[in-house]
């Protein structure tokens, strides 16, 4: 069964959400989580949160906001455009836009331990990851084409295979400057374009 976030909602500082059952924010709703809120998921499905609304997650350096064993996604249906906003967040052992969708998102000084999923499908509007780290993470696997995705002053570590692996960019959307690349043995090049795919492309500078 899935959950359905039909009205504005706000998850407040010191709670915990134990996430047992699959939750969608609907679209024109926001679903806003303070400071010091903790998510615990069960590392499967029924742990999701897909976003065809607003979610606008809103931590402090001082007081993050947690969450583990759970996928965040910005939905599938293009009538609707999601918007996923996370800044002072620590994910551990989830995913993070697992699949295609139909939005955009700014994520920022937050971090992401054992995280997987990363596709970064055409975003519909300008998107960006900043001052985020990275450890032990799947491949973030990028696709623009009318607009703009800035991956800046992050820090990957002991990240798995390619770091940031372009499958397509046709306007010299793709911006990757001024990240720190520290390679584990997992770890196998920093950036990458998909071989065999035409379209992969990057600027790329200062990493």
Known sequence: MTKIVDKDTTWTSGSTIYL????????NVTLTIEPGVSIIGTGSASSTITVYGRLLAQGTSANKINIS?????IGKLSQYTGY??????????GSLLTD????YFDISNSSFDNVFGLYIWYPKFDSS??????TKSGVMQTLTSNTKLTIKNNLFTDWYGTAVLSLADYNKGTIVEKNTFLGGSN?????????????AAMVAADN
């Not at 064993?69 to 996604?73: I, M």
């Open 187 to 199: 770890s196998k090049t920093a950036l990458g374009l998909m071989s065999g795919y035409d379209s």
């Open 84 to 93: 996923l906003n996370l800044n002072g967040v620590a994910m551990s052992d």
């Open 129 to 134: 990851f900043t001052q985020n780290t990275f």
């Open 20 to 27: 047992t059952e699959a939750l969608e924010v609907a679209p």
């Open 100 to 103: 295609y969708f139909y939005g």
């Open 69 to 73: 064993k759970t996928t965040l996604n």
